[in-house]
Every structure is written in structure tokens, then in C-alpha cells.
């Protein structure tokens, strides 16, 4: 029995059985049949004028429909779930395996950005994935990563902070996408060349409006940062992680570029990041023969990558192998499921779907 429809998929044209065997449905108002092949030829040109009119129609729906999801950006098109599954291979209960834009899309990065403890590991997630592993994401898992990114600028321009660390990520992106569309015809990327152009253009736009930002001082009249003693004001600047927040604090007032400019700050900040032996590498001496620990630190960081510090990460189950944010109740048969659970950083979060 040929099929008629669409392609060699589709059901093809209606049949009923009679008495006189299975005869085609040509009608269903009228309820007529095609009784021999004679009629079916007196009318092959009128059924396939409305062949080609039913395909003509049904292409330029979805065509339609097609361009109406691809305009909507910020349609989500994932789950935000409190934890998942990560499964790396066919078994009798589950088959096939959980990939990173599937663990992208299912987890709730969304919320995820708006807790001050999760923000830098989102950030420093999404940088990682814009450098190397854009390409691998699903055309939804890119859609999502960019509605995610679209979330991230709009927090920052609201709140003004963070901002340098956005500038980086935006960089990052942009100079991806632009090594990424000059291999289009490889198809490195899902989707329309012009939606990509797009996207860049809307990034070109993030990144000037961040340039444009303005820090608006608190209205509040109270106890600021100088008002406190000399050492607690030490003390808060040794929790500081990143050598460039401390030369941006000490651009603030005087007082405090003296403080930033401590000789002991720098040399504990070398000492989290990175081993002895790194430093006994990259040693430079002053002008007065001590140790330059500043000038260090910034040499350390273009040689070494710096120790990452997060409020909260995801976390790994070893015993159920499930993923989750940290503090976040799982379905667990492990007796002591805490001493199961492994913090990954961003860098273990994607490493964990390379098969």
C-alpha cells in the first residue's frame, strides 16, 4: 500500500474496509470511496493539486511557528529543578546518558543568580562554557545560556556590583562567538547565522552599557569603611581574594592606599593562591632589597591560576549520583548522605559530562 502523505513517515491517505475489500477514503464529508483504479486516475491531477497545496500550507506553518520561537528569546524552554539525575550509560532502568546542556537546562541557575553565594560560581561557570564548550550545548542549552547571561547583566546594572567581573565574561563570549560564526559553514553553532550577528550585537550593547554605569553613592548617613579603626579596616581588606579589589580600594582615599600598599597583605594574599614553590619561582626584590610581594602576586597570576573560593557550589552524591546545590534535601539511601556528597567547582561541573 503507497503512502501519499508528507514523506514516507506519515500514515498517507485514509483506507476502509468493505465488503469489497479495503477501498480508499477520498471524502469524509460526502463519504465516498474509490472504488477502482479508473476513478483514482480521472482524479490524480485534482488530488495532487491538493497535495502540493496541504504541503505548501503545512511548510509555511511551521515556518511560521519556527520563527516565532526563534524570536522569543527569553521563552524557557527548561526545568528548574533542585536536583538531578547524572547518569553516564544504558542501564535496565534508565537508557542513554545526561549530558551538560541537559543538566544546563534542568538545574536552577535562574534563582541560582540571585543568592550572593552562588552568583561568582554561576558567572565563572558560564565563562568556562563560553570559551570552550558553547559548541556542545543543544540549540535550547544555548537559548538558555543566553537568557541566563541576559539575567546576569540586568542584576548587575541594578545593583552595581560585580561589574568588572561581567566585563570579563562579556569579553569572553564575544570573542568566542566571533572565531565561532567564521566557521559557521562547519556548523559549530544551532541556528541562523543572523541570530548569532544578533546576539553579538546585543552583547556589543551589554558591555557599553556597562561601561557607562555610574556608581550612585548611598543616601544612608552612617559608620563607612574610614571610620573604622586602622586594624579593622586591615582585617576586612585581608578577606579580599582578588589582588585588583585591593588596588581599586586603595584608589578610594589616601588612608587607604596606604593600607593596600602593606607589605604583609600581599604576601598573604600570594600564600592563598599559590605553593611555595610557585613562589620561589617568580621572586622579586625591591629597591630596598625586600621581597616585592605585590609585583609578585600579578606575576604569580599571569603564570598560575589562582585559587577559587565560592559561598556555595553544587555537589555530587557518590552514592546515588545525583547533583544538586549544596544544602539542597535529596532522595539519598546512603545512612550518612553528607559524607557522600563532593563539591565540584565549575571547571569538575563540566568535566563531569566528558565521556
Same mark, same amino acid.
Given at each position: 500500500?503507497?503512502?501519499?502523505?508528507?514523506?514516507?513517515?506519515?500514515?498517507?491517505?485514509?483506507?476502509?474496509?468493505? /465488503?469489497?475489500?479495503?477501498?480508499?477514503?477520498?471524502?469524509?464529508?460526502?463519504?465516498?470511496?474509490?472504488?477502482?483504479?479508473?476513478?483514482?486516475?480521472?482524479?490524480?491531477?485534482?488530488?495532487?493539486?491538493?497535495?502540493?497545496?496541504?504541503?505548501?500550507?503545512?511548510?509555511?506553518?511551521?515556518?511560521?511557528?519556527?520563527?516565532?520561537?526563534?524570536?522569543?528569546? $527569553?521563552?524557557?524552554?527548561?526545568?528548574?529543578?533542585? =536536583?538531578? *539525575?547524572? @547518569?553516564?550509560?544504558?542501564? $535496565?532502568?534508565?537508557?542513554?546518558?545526561?549530558?551538560?546542556?541537559? /543538566?544546563?537546562?534542568?538545574?536552577?541557575?535562574?534563582?541560582?543568580?540571585?543568592?550572593?553565594?552562588?552568583?561568582? *560560581?554561576?558567572?565563572?561557570?558560564?565563562? &568556562?562554557?563560553?570559551?570552550?564548550?558553547?559548541?556542545?550545548?543543544?540549540?535550547?542549552?544555548?537559548? !538558555?545560556?543566553?537568557?541566563? &547571561?541576559?539575567?546576569?547583566?540586568?542584576?548587575?546594572?541594578?545593583?552595581?556590583?560585580?561589574?568588572?567581573?561581567?566585563?570579563?565574561?562579556?569579553?569572553?563570549? *564575544?570573542?568566542? &562567538?566571533?572565531?565561532?560564526?567564521?566557521?559557521?559553514? #562547519?556548523?559549530?553553532?544551532?541556528? !541562523?547565522?543572523?541570530?548569532?550577528?544578533?546576539?553579538?550585537?546585543?552583547?556589543?550593547?551589554?558591555?557599553?552599557?556597562? !561601561?557607562?554605569?555610574?556608581?550612585?553613592?548611598? /543616601?544612608?548617613?552612617?559608620?563607612?569603611?574610614?571610620?573604622?579603626?586602622?586594624?579593622?579596616?586591615? !582585617?576586612?581588606?585581608?578577606?579580599?581574594?582578588?589582588?585588583?579589589?585591593?588596588?581599586?580600594?586603595?584608589?578610594?582615599?589616601?588612608? &587607604? @592606599?596606604? +593600607?593596600?600598599?602593606?607589605?604583609?597583605? =600581599?604576601? $598573604?594574599?600570594?600564600?592563598?593562591?599559590?605553593?611555595?614553590?610557585?613562589?620561589?619561582?617568580?621572586?622579586? +626584590?625591591?629597591? #630596598?632589597?625586600?621581597?616585592?610581594? $605585590?609585583?609578585? *602576586?600579578?606575576?604569580?597570576?599571569?603564570?598560575?591560576?589562582?585559587?577559587?573560593?565560592?559561598?556555595?557550589?553544587?555537589? +555530587?552524591?557518590? @552514592?546515588?549520583?545525583?547533583?544538586?546545590?549544596?544544602?539542597?534535601?535529596?532522595?539519598?539511601?546512603?545512612?550518612?548522605?553528607?559524607?557522600?556528597?563532593?563539591?565540584?567547582?565549575?571547571?569538575?561541573?563540566?568535566?563531569?559530562?566528558?565521556?
Amino acid at each position: 500500500m503507497p503512502f501519499l502523505g508528507q514523506d514516507w513517515r506519515s500514515p498517507g491517505q485514509s483506507w476502509v474496509k468493505t /465488503a469489497d475489500g479495503w477501498k480508499r477514503f477520498l471524502d469524509e464529508k460526502s463519504g465516498s470511496f474509490v472504488s477502482d483504479l479508473g476513478s483514482y486516475c480521472s482524479k490524480e491531477v485534482y488530488n495532487k493539486e491538493n497535495l502540493f497545496n496541504s504541503l505548501n500550507y503545512d511548510v509555511a506553518a511551521k515556518k511560521r511557528k519556527k520563527d516565532m520561537l526563534n524570536n522569543k528569546t $527569553k521563552t524557557q524552554y527548561f526545568h528548574q529543578e533542585k =536536583w538531578i *539525575y547524572v @547518569h553516564k550509560g544504558s542501564t $535496565k532502568e534508565r537508557h542513554g546518558y545526561c549530558t551538560l546542556g541537559e /543538566a544546563f537546562n534542568r538545574l536552577d541557575f535562574s534563582t541560582a543568580i540571585l543568592d550572593s553565594r552562588r552568583f561568582n *560560581y554561576v558567572v565563572r561557570l558560564l565563562e &568556562l562554557i563560553a570559551k570552550s564548550q558553547l559548541t556542545s550545548l543543544s540549540g535550547i542549552a544555548q537559548k !538558555n545560556f543566553m537568557n541566563i &547571561l541576559e539575567k546576569v547583566v540586568l542584576k548587575v546594572l541594578e545593583d552595581q556590583q560585580n561589574i568588572r567581573l561581567i566585563r570579563e565574561l562579556l569579553q569572553t563570549l *564575544y570573542t568566542s &562567538l566571533c572565531t565561532l560564526v567564521q566557521r559557521v559553514g #562547519k556548523s559549530v553553532l544551532v541556528g !541562523n547565522i543572523n541570530m548569532w550577528v544578533y546576539r553579538m550585537e546585543t552583547i556589543l550593547h551589554w558591555q557599553q552599557q556597562l !561601561n557607562n554605569i555610574q556608581i550612585t553613592r548611598p /543616601a544612608f548617613k552612617g559608620l563607612t569603611f574610614t571610620d573604622l579603626p586602622l586594624c579593622l579596616q586591615l !582585617n576586612i581588606m585581608q578577606r579580599l581574594s582578588d589582588g585588583r579589589d585591593l588596588v581599586s580600594l586603595g584608589q578610594v582615599a589616601p588612608d &587607604l @592606599h596606604v +593600607l593596600s600598599e602593606d607589605r604583609l597583605l =600581599w604576601k $598573604k594574599l600570594c600564600q592563598y593562591h599559590f605553593s611555595e614553590r610557585q613562589i620561589r619561582k617568580r621572586l622579586i +626584590l625591591s629597591d #630596598k632589597g625586600q621581597l616585592d610581594w $605585590k609585583k609578585m *602576586y600579578f606575576k604569580l597570576v599571569r603564570c598560575y591560576p589562582r585559587k577559587e573560593q565560592y559561598g556555595d557550589t553544587l555537589q +555530587l552524591c557518590r @552514592h546515588c549520583h545525583i547533583l544538586s546545590w549544596k544544602g539542597t534535601d535529596h532522595p539519598c539511601t546512603a545512612n550518612n548522605p553528607e559524607s557522600c556528597s563532593v563539591s565540584l567547582s565549575p571547571q569538575d561541573f563540566i568535566n563531569l559530562f566528558k565521556f
